[in-house]
């Protein structure tokens, strides 16, 4: 009776599916907008479907309902206390300086230069998240081109001389000191407040983000010139990396392969679209129509921003970054083909 009873176990035990195994997720703000809502949250809703990994699922939790700084994330990722995280790569950038040579200010003036700098250089950034923060780097992508919002009138980039400004990371901060600005570094929740009560004059962000969160509301000029196109990514904790089968791996990839450029597409339709909503001009199919001054970059404008790289973000950013990780600038020269 024994062998039979076994065996029955064992055909009983092959017939129930496998547990689910969850793997933890932290998302992009919900404040920050449409891609966060459109793109990236269904993937993690629908993820054995979109990577493939069928009994796998994600519980995701953007950052701001989980009560912990986006600063943070690297550290979180490092302690395994999640499994992905969708990271804010200009607000970790302090923990590891390397992330920036992804965007300095005037690095990337459109979305097909920002799509070259990342195939080049983010396997820079990914080993040194694997040995410094025990990270795997699955995917890059932009949020779009970060222009300027105003309360206070302006005409050209000249006129921040004297306001106060927010920014998100130290090398963009370098460049509006360099305009005569004063940098103010707030989080993007903070921002509209900040705005409204007058703590910064001014602020620069993507043309949907601002929309989504009403910036609008509280300034009356935008000059869409493309500073930075404010990279993001998603890592993995390289236990939970090293967990999987080389098949699993496979497929993890190719499902963040294909949604990196899905957002890649996407964040060039909304920045489009955002421009249009924020101006009060046609089409306007995915904000809030407003009455912005739209400010035209000057040639004066669009010449100062497309020399920052040598004249003022890759030295500040290499005297920065060679100091956490020698040999960073030279990594990224080689990786570049850019010459200083």
Known sequence: MIRPLTTCVAALMLA??????????MGQPVATGLIQKNVEQ???ENFAENTGLEGFTADYQPVDVTGIKDTEQLRILKDGLFDIVSLRLSQVSRD???????DLVGLNPDYDTGRKTVEAFAPVVDERLQA????????????GPQVLFCEPEIASLADLKGMKVRVYDQNLAEF????????VPLSFPEVQQSLARGVVDCAITGPSS????????????TLPIAFQLAMNGYGINLDTWNSLTPEQQDKLQAGFDALTDEIWTYSEELFDDAVNCNTGAEPCETGTAYDLKLVEPSAADKELVGTAVPNVSFPAWKEVCDATNPGCSEAWLAATGASM
């Open 16 to 25: 129930l599916p496998a547990q689910a195994e969850t793997l933890r997720v």
């Open 42 to 44: 269904p993937f993690f």
């Open 96 to 102: 590891e300086p390397t992330i920036l040579g992804l």
């Open 132 to 143: 410094k923060f025990n990270t795997k780097l699955l995917g890059v992508w932009p949020f």
């Open 176 to 183: 509006v000191s360099l305009l005569g600005g004063t940098p």
């Open 210 to 221: 601002a929309n989504s969160a009403g910036w609008p509301e509280v300034t009356a000029y």
